[in-house]
């Protein structure tokens, strides 16, 4: 059966270790309005990859983005996960594209108001990929080779996880895992959460956790042989596999974990409801025009924004709440 990987999802969040204070404004439609709107709208955004990419691509969201809002629109590119939370809570920043965990914790921390979810592949969630340079050891079966990747223990034929499961009983306390970030829902919160739930222990003690940075380089650590196994979103391998050819040779993917809501875009709720309806229709209208699309797909292949999914999110919440602050 052939498989088409998907493309970059972008796995964002907020750093779980981030200790902010509960906004006391709350994230609801009735917030109060300020007393005047902002003459400019910052656009938090953090990257997945490369860091020069996506500066680049955001060049089309600020230009879309002013021209249908009203007033400009000015993109930066966060240091970190948790610098956009930070940034949004400092009012430095009204508008940001989060993961899941980052949304919730926007909301939780700074008041945010979560508006929008992306699709991609006609879907509004996607999943952790669980990769290892020694299949002997996690594959229960025969490695399979599909447009160039590798794949065992059903994940080749799989389309949503969770899959393969089993072989993370597998995976013994102290080894050393390529995490992306301890803010990124499907490269630190879904897998950690899911290694416990199969094996009864506690990631977050019996792990050697290192933290990748970025999902590329959790997929090239493993390639190069600096850990055993690692963690990104699916398939994070596409993106660096021309420039590294041992992750189509070396890296296999052998699990999945259970379906992540898409990431999405949150606003400040210190914006009046009036501007922050012409934010949520900007990005909407963004999505339906072909030039808007482009752009989106450039910057976090996204294929289509919809409403956010509220009780998606507090799924992904429930998930932020097992490692406390």
């Known amino acids: 059966m052939l498989r088409t990987p998907r493309n970059r999802l972008l796995a964002v969040g907020a750093a779980a270790s981030l200790a902010l204070a509960l906004a006391a404004c709350g994230g609801g439609e009735d917030s109060a309005a300020p007393a005047e709107d902002p003459e ?5 955004l953090v990257p ?65 108001v979560p508006v929008l979810q992306s699709v991609r592949f006609g879907s509004g969630t996607y999943h952790t990929q669980w990769f290892t340079n020694d299949p002997e050891t996690y594959c229960a079966d025969e490695v399979k080779v599909v447009e160039g990747f590798k794949y065992c223990n059903g994940t080749d034929a ?3 996880g969770p899959a393969g499961e089993e072989a993370l009983a597998k995976i013994k306390p102290g080894t050393s895992i ?97 501007l922050r309806t012409k934010v949520t229709n900007a990005f909407t209208a963004m999505a339906k025009d072909p030039k808007g699309l482009k752009t989106l797909k450039a910057v976090y292949e996204i294929e289509g924004l919809e409403k956010v999914d509220t009780a ?14």
């Not at 050819?245 to 699990?255: E, H, L, T």
């Open 158 to 160: 799989a389309k949503t």
């Open 48 to 112: 997945s990859g490369d860091v020069d990419s996506i500066t680049e691509s955001a060049k089309g969201l600020e230009s879309f983005l002013s021209d249908k809002i009203g007033i400009p629109v000015r993109a930066e590119v966060t240091e970190s996960y948790a610098a956009a939370i930070v940034a949004m809570k400092a009012d430095q920043a009204q508008v940001a594209m989060l993961g899941p965990i980052g949304m919730v914790q926007a909301e939780d921390q700074a008041g945010a």
């Open 178 to 274: 390529a995490f992306v970030d301890q803010g990124s829902a499907s490269g630190y919160y879904y897998p950690a959460t899911q290694w416990g739930q199969v094996t009864g222990g506690d990631a977050l003690v019996d792990l050697d956790a290192q933290f990748a940075g970025d999902h590329d380089a959790a997929v090239l650590a493993v390639a190069r042989g600096d850990y055993p196994i690692g963690v990104s979103f699916d398939d994070a391998r596409e993106e660096v596999a021309d420039d590294e050819p041992k992750v189509a040779s070396d890296v296999v993917v052998f699990a999945y974990s259970t379906e992540i809501p898409n990431d999405g875009i949150v606003v400040a709720a210190g914006l009046s409801k009036e």
């Open 312 to 325: 998606a999110l507090k799924k992904a919440k429930s998930v932020e709440e097992n490692f406390g602050e």
């Open 40 to 44: 400019e709208i910052v656009l938090s």
